[in-house]
């Protein structure tokens, strides 16, 4: 709304200071400033909210150190983090942006699955949740917002071919440039484009128009992965939040970067028109994650709960996607990764062992990764941190990938 404001401001009256709000850089700033004051402010007021309502974690037994003590710490802290994220794009985002609207459907969508999980195993006492073909559903249905939208939107465009062209060609206007593509990003190769809708070659001419039968599945994977990964590493003090800002801030650079068409033009990396906007979304949500870890570092005054960690996964996911770099997630949220893997690897080998030895072994002491270092005796923060180490390295080279081909 601040946008919308200043901009009249600008344009009608010439205000002085009045037309900064135009600069992505600005806007982008203050979204984090915002967001972050919000989250540190009025979390401790939604955490002592959570208390009243008696909203605590229930724990299990797990065995593990130091886990019985956070019995009854509230949870559902994710609605600390969605509106702190939402007030500050509200103010300050070209809310008309396609990207942005996806970013906000997305933001409450996953939002609303996970309120309603936490919701079912708190006052329902109901410690399963939700059932996890629902979650499923919610995840497939927004992939098929999120995919359809991409492809079939008309505001939704890249240009390969960025300022050099401009001067080759005479009389063009850049924006005739600009085309519908389900191109994307391979790292480390020199012509590192691939085009999904190669897959379809085989079909012969016309092959294009059927892309979105590859691309839609695409996204609808990406999005349940990852969101799925973020809520198996939301288990210590800190991690899920920790991990999920250091990931968000890169692909901030990565919106950036993409949506400049100079910037886009010196690096040699595909230009998105109007995906710069992402960037203030990406500044808010990452203010967020920082001032929920004021309340959600060891020991924890808060949980994010699903209301959260569902919500970051699906938000990293579709920023990814919408700036062609989704092929990155696996460097980029290496920690998601692992955490998802150890789990799948745990569950398989033991079904394996059981059925062939009829007993079943374990690879690991105990899945998710973060808990096989909690039975191996290491204390929880220093997890986190080492978490966070990996997870910035993951985050730099990441960004070297730009180059590096």
Not at 185 to 210: C, H, Q, R
Not at 252 to 267: E, M, Q, R, V
Not at 362 to 379: A, D, T, V
Request: aromatic letters at 14%; proline letters at 2%; a positive charge.
């Amino acid at each position: 709304m601040l946008y919308y404001i200043f901009q009249y401001l600008d344009k009608a009256f010439d205000v002085p200071g009045a037309g900064v709000f135009q600069y992505i850089t600005f806007r982008s700033g203050l979204a984090f400033i915002l967001s972050l004051a919000f989250a540190t402010i009025y979390g401790k007021k939604i955490i002592l909210f959570l208390k009243k309502q008696q909203v605590g974690e229930t724990v299990r037994e797990l065995g593990l150190q130091g886990q019985n003590e956070k019995a009854g710490t509230p949870t559902m802290g994710g609605i600390i983090i969605i509106l702190a994220t939402l007030i500050p794009v509200f103010l300050l985002a070209k809310l008309e942006n396609i990207y942005v609207i996806l970013l906000i459907v997305t933001t409450i969508w996953m939002g609303s699955i996970g309120f309603l999980d936490d919701y079912i195993k708190i006052f329902k006492k109901d410690k399963e949740g939700l059932k996890g073909r629902f979650k499923v559903i919610g995840q497939v249905g927004l992939g098929i917002i999120v995919g359809s939208v991409l492809y079939f939107h008309p505001g939704v465009t890249v240009r390969k071919d960025t300022l050099g062209d401009k001067f080759k060609v005479e009389n063009v206007e850049l924006s005739k440039l600009e085309e519908k593509s389900t191109a994307t990003t391979i790292p480390f190769l020199k012509n590192n484009e691939f085009d999904y809708a190669e897959v379809l070659s085989f079909m012969g001419d016309g092959y294009k128009d059927w892309a979105w039968l590859i691309f839609i599945p695409v996204v609808i994977f990406i999005i349940t992965a990852v969101s799925n990964g973020a809520n198996l590493t939301d288990g210590i003090d800190g991690l899920a939040a920790g991990t999920s800002a250091i990931s968000v801030l890169t692909l901030g650079i990565f919106a950036f970067l993409s949506g400049n068409i100079i910037f886009s033009d010196y690096l040699n990396i595909m230009y998105i028109p109007n995906s710069g906007e992402m960037t203030i979304f990406i500044a808010a949500f990452t203010g967020a994650l920082v001032g929920f870890l004021w309340y959600n570092t060891y020991p924890a005054s808060v949980f994010m709960g699903d209301t959260g960690s569902l919500t970051i996964g699906g938000i990293i996911a579709v920023i990814a996607i919408a700036i062609r770099k989704e092929l990155m997630i696996p460097i980029l949220c290496g920690i998601f990764l692992a955490e998802n893997l150890s789990v799948v690897l745990q569950v398989s080998y033991f079904k394996y062992t059981k059925k062939k030895y009829g007993e079943g072994r374990r690879i690991f002491l105990m899945s998710p990764l973060h808990h096989h270092y909690q039975k191996k005796g290491y204390h929880e923060s220093k997890i986190v941190t080492r978490f966070w180490i990996v997870g910035i390295l993951l985050a730099i080279s990441s960004l070297v990938i730009l180059k590096l081909r």
